[in-house]
C-alpha cells in the first residue's frame, strides 16, 4: 500500500484528498491519502509517504524537524513553489521535487487558464512506473466548477496525477 500525503489549509483539505482518492483509485497499487496538519503531524512522523503534495505549509509551522523526516524518506515531493513560506526546508534535500505554480521556474504550471485550462510540463519527470514525462501542454477537463476555482489546486492534483501515470486528468 502507498500513503500520499497531504500538506494544506483546512479549506482545501477535504476537497484534494476526495479528488485524489477519486482519481486514483483506479489504478492497480492501492492508496491511501492522509492530511498531514498540526494535530495529526506527531501520529504519523514514522510513516513513510510514497509521495507527499505540499500546498500550504502554514498548518505545520514549527514542525521543521518531523517534516525533514517525512520528505527525506518519501520518493517524490510535490511542492507549490508559489506559496508564501520558505521552501529553505527542502534545500539540500535529494528528493524527486516537482514544483508547481505560475512561478516560470515550476516543474509544472499553467499555460492557460482561461476557456480551457492547459497544464505545462516544463521538464522532464519520470512517473512512478520508471516512464520519462517529455515536456508539454497538457489539456485538464473540468466538469467540476468547485475546483475550477482554484488553479493551485488544480496544478498540484494534476502532477500526482502524473506521477501516477494518469494523464487523462478530468475533473
Keep these: 500500500m502507498a500513503f500520499i500525503g497531504v500538506i494544506s489549509d483546512m ?3 477535504k476537497q484534494l484528498k476526495q479528488i485524489l482518492e477519486t482519481r486514483l483509485n483506479n489504478i ?4 491511501t491519502i492522509i492530511a498531514i496538519n498540526d494535530k495529526s503531524i506527531e501520529n504519523i512522523k514514522n510513516i513513510r509517504f510514497e509521495t507527499i503534495l505540499v500546498m500550504d505549509l502554514k498548518r505545520v509551522r514549527n514542525r521543521e524537524d518531523i517534516l525533514n523526516e517525512l520528505f527525506k524518506n518519501s520518493k517524490y515531493l510535490v511542492i507549490n513553489a508559489d506559496m508564501e513560506e520558505s521552501l529553505d526546508i527542502v534545500n539540500n534535500m535529494k528528493l524527486n ?3 508547481f505554480g505560475f512561478n516560470s521556474k515550476s516543474t509544472i ?11 505545462c510540463l516544463q521538464r522532464k519527470i ?7 514525462l517529455e515536456p508539454q501542454e ?3 477537463k473540468i466538469s467540476n466548477k468547485k475546483i475550477s476555482n482554484n488553479s493551485h489546486n488544480l496544478m498540484g492534483i494534476t502532477s ?4 501516477y501515470g494518469k494523464k487523462e486528468n478530468f475533473f
Design 11 to 13: 479549506q482545501n483539505e
Design 28 to 31: 492497480n497499487k492501492e492508496h
Design 97 to 99: 521535487i516537482i514544483t
Design 109 to 119: 504550471t499553467a499555460s492557460s487558464v482561461e476557456e480551457e485550462f492547459l497544464i
Design 126 to 132: 519520470i512517473d512512478i512506473n520508471n516512464k520519462i
Design 138 to 140: 497538457i489539456e485538464v
Design 160 to 163: 500526482i496525477l502524473l506521477i
